[in-house]
């Protein structure tokens, strides 16, 4: 499903990321840990588009298509998802009238009928349910007022209503308390499937505790420093990242 | 991100849709100003001795007066001898009749501006005065609403068949020599929209006015009376387009206001005139004059206006808050783009007890635009209690574009409270790549923001104009579900 080659980006003028590779495939859970600043954000924002980190080198295929050449939206609307580490806040848009807009965007793109608003709000009250979420949180204003907590369930809300087939979570266990924590984890293997893929940017084990990763990635310093099962995920936990290794350790293992 | 200011540009800089002109014969007198100008018109209409005296003493007072030079805004000088200051399509030279008679070119015209003036056509629940350069054309459910008693007509109409109601308020609430433009239209106005709602009256649908601005040379100098007496209550909508042109066109309207004991009037407008070219070339100048009265205790006047047109908007929709509890409300977007230019907001003047005001001011700068929110609260020393609440919001597209913030505050009584809140913004890329990255275009990303900014503002127009002002921002509205 995605294929990323010796992908290389800056921030200004500072080499970000310095060669990742990654291969993800359909029904896999991917999670990357790694040091503050090690370039996680970064790698989950170049893959959605944000154009803040540009990129200098590699490739990236999605599905076939060049990933890299494609704006924002069109990434969206071919199923990639990114659900942001620190959510942002849209005063005056109600969150029931971006989750309808945007849902319908990629309706639309995929050839499906727009939903109607009687359809649609079935649908996201469902979806509600399940991330249990209150009602009223569909008619406040984009994440204005949410607790660091709401704003991050909120992201989970959309990424069930929009089912994508590439979803991106930048640290959406950071700030959960242990209950929301076990929703949100319910509501991201709710999605778990065959034809879905999905990578876990993560700084601790409780989060895989519920979402059971396939393949554990440490990224340090630009690089994809180790890979394995999750058994790698209780070891960083055990002896944190000195071992993996300080900028350009030599003795790096890649996969 | 270097594509933001290229897509918000391309938003609103979408073409201008009424910039078409209406082939029609005119009836037109010739340019300039002079006292016999201002009886040249009142001969036309057909006008009583009084109303004649009132314009020859405001065209001697405007002789003496100078134009306001306060405002942030900057045009060349106006020759007032090189206007035309009366013109009318000729089939109109009677006045208005039934709709079988209006010119089927006229009637064009506005149903290509969407405002379609057959009676069956309509929006239900809306009744529409036309208003062509100088003259009414058509006034819709006339009848209908005499029957409980209203009176919804042009101005000249009411000249002739409610003069007593027209002497006893004209001027009332704008006195002639108020300022410059005003004192100039007072002279010279031509027509405009006259409502009157009898006591304990509610309208039973909106009244409308459709300005167009159509003949070249012209200025348009409307005039607007609405009186609701006692517990009375109107929605009154406003709309205005005029064709492209390389000049610029001077409108200088006046109206006026009056809300007895218990009344309340609502005033909304969507002023969508010609702003000129990218480069500032041509567009209206509006310089307008707007103001209600609150005479009677818990009078309510509420003013909301959608600026997106004109070269230059001078404007201060204000309210006078004479009786005791009465209310008044000022909700304003306004958008400046290119080279436009707007100095715009309003004046709560309160004079009566426990007297309440709110204005909510939403500016939106783009491209060269330049606009400023000017307002004035006064609390006289007998507004006792009385209560203002000023939110005064500005966002910025781009870095080209100004936006200032004037407010003057006046507190005579101790016991008022004045609170002003101001911010300014941009939009965030943070904001515009969420909205994208759940597969909004960037384009539908920006006006969702823009009309999330506005909301507080759109939320108090009529379903008709909230329409109308989504269209017109490019804005897509809320409330579709829920
Ligand atoms: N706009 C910027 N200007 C300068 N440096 C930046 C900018 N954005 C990111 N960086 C730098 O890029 C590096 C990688 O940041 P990134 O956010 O990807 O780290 P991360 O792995 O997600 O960290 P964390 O675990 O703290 O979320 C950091 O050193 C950060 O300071
Ligand atoms: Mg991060």
């Known amino acids: 499903m995605l294929s990323i080659r010796n992908l290389q980006a800056s921030v200004g003028d500072k080499p970000i990321l310095k060669g990742i590779n990654l291969d993800v495939k359909a029904g896999e859970v991917h999670a990357i840990m790694g040091p503050n600043g090690s370039g996680k954000s970064t790698l989950s924002n170049v893959l959605a588009g944000r154009e803040n980190a540009t990129v200098t080198g590699g490739s990236v295929t999605y599905q076939g298509k060049d990933l890299l050449a494609l704006a924002v939206e069109e990434r969206a609307r071919e199923g990639v998802f990114l659900a942001f580490q620190y959510p942002v806040e849209i005063p005056g848009v109600g969150n029931v009238y971006l989750l309808k807009a945007a849902l319908n965007a990629q309706r639309k793109h995929r050839g499906l009928p727009e939903l109607d608003a009687m359809d649609f709000l079935a649908l996201v009250k469902d979806k509600m349910k399940l991330m249990e979420m209150n009602e009223s949180m569909l008619y406040r204003a984009v994440n204005e007022g949410f607790s660091g907590g709401e704003k991050k369930r909120n992201e989970i809300l959309q990424m069930v209503v929009l089912e994508p087939c590439l979803a991106i979570l930048d640290e959406t266990d950071s700030g959960l308390d242990i209950d929301a924590l076990k929703v949100v984890s319910h509501g991201v293997n709710s999605l778990r499937s065959p034809d879905r893929a999905m990578i876990l940017v993560t700084h601790y084990q409780r989060l895989l505790d519920y979402i059971k990763p396939d393949f554990v990635h440490v990224l340090s310093d630009g690089r994809i420093q180790r890979s394995g099962g999750p058994e790698l995920a209780l070891e960083l936990e055990r002896e944190g990242y000195a071992w993996v290794g300080d900028a350009g350790n030599e003795g790096a293992v890649t996969p | ?482």
Request: aromatic fraction near 10%; hydrophobic fraction near 35%.
């Open chain 2, 1 to 482: 991100m270097n594509s933001i200011p290229n897509t918000l540009e391309d938003l609103i800089s979408q073409e201008y849709r009424h910039g078409f002109e209406t082939a029609i014969e005119a009836d037109e007198i010739p340019k300039g100003l002079s006292e016999d100008t201002v009886r040249l018109i009142s001969a036309r209409k057909n006008e009583p001795e009084f109303l004649l005296e009132w314009r020859l003493e405001a065209y001697r007072r405007w002789l003496k007066m100078t134009p306001p030079t306060w405002a942030s805004v900057h045009y060349p000088p106006i020759d007032y001898q090189d206007i035309i200051y009366y013109s009318a399509p000729k089939s109109q030279k009677d006045g208005p009749k039934s709709l079988d008679e209006v010119d089927p070119e006229l009637l064009k015209t506005y149903e290509k501006l969407g405002i379609p003036l057959h009676e069956r056509a309509i929006l239900a629940g809306v009744a529409v005065d036309a208003v062509f350069d100088s003259v009414s054309v058509a006034t819709t459910f006339k009848d209908k609403l005499a029957e409980v008693g209203i009176i919804f007509c042009s101005f000249s109409e009411a000249v002739q068949h409610h003069p007593e109601l027209v002497k006893q308020y004209l001027g009332t609430v704008v006195p002639v020599q108020d300022n410059f433009y005003a004192a100039l239209n007072s002279a010279v106005f031509s027509d405009g929209s006259f409502v009157y709602i009898p006591p304990g009256v509610r309208c039973p649908m909106e009244l409308s006015t459709y300005f167009r601005i159509n003949a070249k040379n012209t200025g348009q100098f409307e005039r607007t009376l609405i009186i609701a007496d006692r517990g009375a209550s109107v929605s009154y909508l406003e709309g205005c387009t005029a064709p492209m042109r390389d000049e610029n066109q001077l409108h200088a309207a006046v109206v006026e206001l009056v809300a007895l004991e218990d009344a309340k009037i609502k005033y909304s407008t969507v002023q969508n005139w010609y702003p000129g070219d990218k480069e500032g070339r041509g567009g209206i100048y509006n310089f307008v004059t707007k103001r209600g009265d609150c005479r009677g205790a818990r009078a309510h006047i509420s003013w909301t206006q959608v600026e997106t047109g004109s070269a230059i908007t001078w404007k201060y929709p204000s309210v006078i808050l004479r009786g005791e509890d009465s209310v008044g409300e000022f909700y304003s977007v306004a958008l400046t783009n290119h080279r436009q230019q707007a100095d715009t907001g309003t004046k709560m003047i309160h004079i009566g007890r426990n007297t309440r005001s709110t204005i909510v001011s939403k500016g939106i700068s783009a491209g060269f635009g330049q606009q400023a929110y000017r307002g004035l609260v006064r609390m006289a020393r007998s507004a006792t209690g009385a209560r203002n609440h000023t939110q005064c919001d500005s966002l910025l597209l781009g870095d080209r574009c100004q936006a200032h913030t004037f407010p003057y505050i006046e507190v005579r009584n101790n016991t008022a409270t004045v609170e002003h809140e101001a911010s300014t913004s941009r939009i965030s890329e943070d904001q515009l790549f969420f909205c994208r990255q759940r597969g909004l275009s960037a384009e539908d990303s920006v006006s969702m923001i823009v009309n999330g900014f506005c909301k507080e503002v759109f939320k108090e127009l009529p379903m008709e104009f909230a329409v109308e002002a989504q269209k017109l921002l490019g804005v897509s509205l809320e409330g579709s579900v829920g």
